[in-house]
Every structure is written in structure tokens, then in C-alpha cells.
């Protein structure tokens, strides 16, 4: 994604964070629910223990909320988030440096980002169900892409992995903007079909 | 763009998610989000579809719904906040909590999401692999390679490594074959020698 | 849209600056190529290459000398399938050790450079500008740092380290869209001005004990072939167009078995190809964007009863916006 295009995902963070610190809470459930994988995949990486890493996920949104009113609005919300997650991670550790569950071999410093960590994945507290579960979903999504046809495929991919506008999907797949919309939409679509299900049974939560 | 019915509205949906909508098209929208159960289950489903497309260690292990829960229970405990009423209200004063430009990237950066043909389909297996090819730029000789360039490059070039892991990769042979002799023939580039040349002869055998 | 023909008049030792005006750092582009250009042909070298790309890395050794008019260089694989490549000016011969064998060819491609250059067709710059970033030692040596920006989004930028005295690149780092470094082509360790023994050096083009192997390969044009992009992709001139049979002699070569066209693009940095063959319902499973790491990126398309595959060390978006341009002559 470049932030040189006026758009990118970035818009829809603003409008959420905007619409919160004008009094909305619920806005910020939105961006929670956005965000909340990628921030526990990036605490897992510092810690073990399954509580701890919802402990500290938790409080950075909550730390986050509470500074909300101090994002700038020049820089990605995700990149801003990030940061506090890692400053609370650095916090929580630094309190429980003796205990034993918390992983040893963390590097956490500025120049850290997520993709640089060991690979290791959190200890076994989560139960089996909860592993299998998340690696339903995995190959779900995968089953399910693999029945799209292929320019609904083709657009969705250029969109979510490989970040491009819809002007310049369009270009690439020379089609009208609005096409490339209404695939990337109809990709969504059929691939969540497949996975609400299975969210829905995770803790038999419904909405 | 009117609410009329679900899927044109799931559509707004999907467009407003990927920054495409005005101002005034990405306010109704979120009224309409914050208000509508079903629209918000759907923006819950994309979000993870997304997730999970870029790296399959995104997909959810436990519900994502509970964990909002707790956080809201947190939340509604917290002192009320002044409100700021106005659209982006950026204090000039505060401390930019940014990290370096190349950081704030997530899609670019998140591991490489291996997406496999399912078993039985044919005797090639095609793997196909997207995602960032990030690499590595730690230096043994020390800190910063490019720290000279600093002041002249605009980004921090702090590169981070996104390792060919999480799984085995299984190659194409054909493509393989097709991307060897692209590298052979096609060297009708200005950098051509030698980077490109010994790049080309170099890099062929990668993986084989 | 058109493209603006510029003329550029390029002489060895000098450049022409009425035709371009030099902005704040932005040093021209042409004039820097051949100087490149140049220092690769003419510096005697040895040393060890690094090719980093997507979590691989592969190395070689290396060996240049220039005796006169011609160019000998021997490339000796480090990792990877044991390898050496030999090479006289355009002729290369890849031997493999392990087997035995030997494939001799003929790179038109390295016999271009300069004349693609010195040509009023050369448009480089149109695409691209050169901005000088500095200098830094590396390699042991002191090397002045370039960065070589695209005006669009349809192909990648460069950093570029020229050795000082000479020019010889001594690292190249490829970028994405966003600047990040995509791979990186480096010496880890460089001897310029080296002794090299010639002689021994163009003993190791010596085949003996080696079966030889040539590959097919007929010289076509896509319009005879039948086929052609219904739009230009800005920048990306066609090259060269090869037709490969079916039955190719060359065991370990592309194309084993399957007659294919390979469409050559390139806007003077970037190259891009096109692989045209009959679509086989049975091996052409699924048209796919793939990224095998580092710069280069392929895609697949089935057109009719023809399946296409696009290969180039571009952003998925171009290799896209190829496929959809290809079509069948009306």
C-alpha cells in the first residue's frame, strides 16, 4: 500500500478513530476487531503463556483508547498500535522477569517488527480444540479461494496481500473500478460464507 | 449507495474496509455499522479473511467476540472521555508515537501465506506463493550499512527478514523451467553486467 | 499513451548536456549507464557474488579479465546444483559436473548493450532517474551510491554502489513500490585490477569429456507467431521473440516437451517475458499470481486454447496488466 494514494486502508482506521474520539465506543470495537489477531500473533512472540498474551493484548487496547486522542493522523493507526503493544509487552515483562513461563530469548527493541522474532509458537495452554480450530479457518479460506473464479481470485489477491488501490487493480486487470469492486466484494463474500460457521462455533458466541 | 439490501450494503461494506469511499458514503456506512449486528458480523468475517489470506497464523484459536467483550467491560469502566467534537482533531503538540516508515506496513510485511492445492489435484503440485519477498539486511560489519546515506534517504532502510518458512514449499518444475530461461534470455537490461549476468547465473541453481 | 522519443547523444567520454538539464542530485542517466556499462567490460576481477532474494541466498565465485576485444568470465556455483559458467563476450556454456554435461548458447542479449543505448529508441530515461545518494565504503572499497527511481508504478526502483575509480557495480539492491529492498546482488568480496591468469581462464571453456548440448531455438517474431499486445505496457519495448519446439535435444533445458514462444520485454532495466504454449487441460491447473521471492514474479492466464505464462522482475500489477494485454491477431 503507498501512502502516496490518497486510497488505502489507512481511510477507514481514520474514520473509526475519528468517529470514537467524537464519542463513540462502539467504533472502537470495529478497529479492535480488526486488529485484535495481529496484535495477540505479536505479543505471542514475546511470551508463552496463553493468559498473559490476552492480558497484555488487552491492555494495549485499552492503553491505546486512552491515547486515542493523540494519534496523528499522518501515520498508519496500525503503526501507532504496534508501538503501544510492544511498550506494554516491555512493561508486563519487565515486571515478571522471574517468571518461568515467560519466553527468554525475546528481542524487543526499536528496531524490532514482528517479522523478525523466532518462529516458536506460544506454549500448549491452549487446548487442541482451540489450535485445530484456528487451522480449520486457515484451510477453509484456502478451500474456499481455490473455488473462486479465477478473476474474483485474481483481484481479491491484488487487494489483500498484494495492497494495490482500486484504480490500480483496475488498470492491472483493465477493467472499469467498479468491477474491480464488485470482484473483490463477490470474493469476500463466498470466502466468508465458508468461514462465519466456523467463528460462530468457536465459543458459540453469536452476534 | 442505499440500504435497500443486504448485499449491495455488504458491498459498501467491502469498499469502505479498503479506503474507496467518500467521506460523506464512509459516514453512512459506519452508522449503519455501528447499529447493524449483521453488518458488523460481515465486517468481522472480512477482517479475518484478509488476516488469514496474508498469513494462515492470523486465523482466530479462540472467539475474537470475547475478547472484544472483556475489552468493552474494561472499557465502559474507564473515566468518560473528554469528547472531541470536530473531524480529526490532531493536538500538534503530542509525541508522534510513529515507528519507521518501512514498519508501518502490515500487509507488506506479514509472513509469507503459503496457499497450497489441496492434495489429490494432479501430479504437479503448483504451490502459489504471495506475499512480500522482505529479506534480511542484518550486517556482520555492523550497524546500519547504509547509515552514511541517512540524512539523503528518506526511510529508515531497516529491512527485516520474512524467512521461506511455515511449511514445506513444493516448486512447480515448469515454472521453474520458464523462470530459468527468462533469466537467460532475457537479460535485455542496462544492468545487465555484470549484476544482472551474475545474478542470473548466481541465483539459477537457488533452491534446486 | 505516447511515449516521448527523446534523441540522446551519447559519447564514451563525454555527454551531451544541451539535450537535459540536470535537477538537484539527479545526475543523467545515460551517460551513467555507459559508464557502467564500460567498467563491467573492461575491469579485470575476481571475487565472491551473494544473491540474496526472499530468504534464499545463493553464492559464486567470479573471474573477469578482458584480454582486448574480448570478454572472458567464469562463473563457479557455491551453492545450489554445481555449476560453472563460461563466457566469451555473447557466447555462454554452462557445464554441469555432475552430469556431464555441457549446453552452449548464444545470449543476444548481452551483445545489446550499448548499441540498445546509443539508440534514439533509448527512452531509459523516460522511465527512470538517476539520483546520486552519496558514497560508502563496501566491499572494501570506496563506492559512490545511486538510486535509480521509476516515474510509475509498473517497475521497481534500484540502489546502485559503483565502485569509485572504475564504475564496476559492486552492489545492486532492487526495490518495491515502497522502497524496501526485494534482493540484493552484492561482491561479499572483491578483487579489482587481480592478476588473472588468462590462459587458464580460457581453458575453462575446454568441453572435453563434456557432452555438448544446444538448445533449439528459432528466432521468430510474435507477429508471425500470431500474436500481439493490444496495448503497449508504458516503458516495455518488445526485444526479441524465440519459438522453442517441442522436441528439444537439450535435456535439462526449458521447454522439454512442450513447444513454446517466449516474448521479450524490457524498458531498458526491467525485463519482462511472455510464454505462450497450447493450453493442456491436464498440467494447466490454475491461473495464479506467484512470488517466489525477491523480484521476480510470474503469472498465468489461460487465453482461449492457449495458456500464457508471465515471468519479470516487476510488481505483480505489470506482469497482470502483460497477461490482459496479450492477445490473438484478429
Known sequence: MNPDTAVNSQDSDIVLVERTVAGDQKAYGLLVLKYQRRIQRLI?????????????????FVRAYRALHQFRGDAQFYTWLYRIAVNTAKKFLLELKHDPTVSENFRVNDEDDETSWRKSEPTTDEGPESILAAKEIATVVNAAMDALPADLRQ?????????LSYEEIAVAMNCPVGTVRSRIFRAREAISQRVRPLLDKQTGKRW | MNELNSTSSSECLSAFMDGELSVNESAQVLDRLLVDTQAKETWHAYQVVGDVLRSAELAPNQSDLAFLEKLEHRLSQEPQRPVVSGARQFPVTDVALVLPEDLSKPVANSPVFRWKVLAGVACSAFVIVV???LWSQTDPRGGGQLAIIKPVISEVPVVVATETSAGPMLRDPRLDELMTAHRQLGGH?????PAGFL???TYEGAGR | MTQMLRKWLVIFTAFCTCAWQPAIAEVPLNAWLMRVHQAARQSVYTGTFVVSAGGNMASARIWHVCDGAQQLERVETLSGTPRAIFRRNDQVITFFPQSKIAIAEVRDSLGLFPSLLKSSDSAIGDFYRLKALGNERIAGFDADVFQLVPNDR????????????SGLIIQLQTLDLDGKVLEQAAFSELQLDAAVNVGKLSKAGNTDGYRVLRPDLLKTTADAQGWMLQKEVEGFKPMACYQRPAASSAAGLAMNGH???????SDGV??????VEVYDPQRHLRESLTDMGGATHTQTRRIDAWWVTVVGEVPPATLTTFAHALERKK
Open chain 1, 44 to 60: 505471542g512472540r514475546m511470551v508463552r503463556d496463553v493468559d498473559l498474551i490476552e492480558d497484555i493484548s488487552q491492555e494495549t
Open chain 1, 155 to 163: 483481484a481479491v489477491v491484488l487487494r489483500e496481500i498484494e495492497g
Open chain 2, 131 to 133: 506475499g512480500g519477498g
Open chain 2, 189 to 193: 537490461s542496462a544492468l545487465q553486467v
Open chain 2, 199 to 201: 545474478r542470473n547465473a
Open chain 3, 154 to 165: 509498473l517497475r521497481y526502483g534500484y540502489r546502485v554502489w559503483n565502485e569509485k575509480k
Open chain 3, 259 to 265: 513447444s513454446t514462444m517466449q516474448w521479450m520485454f
Open chain 3, 270 to 275: 526491467a525485463t519482462v517475458s511472455l510464454f
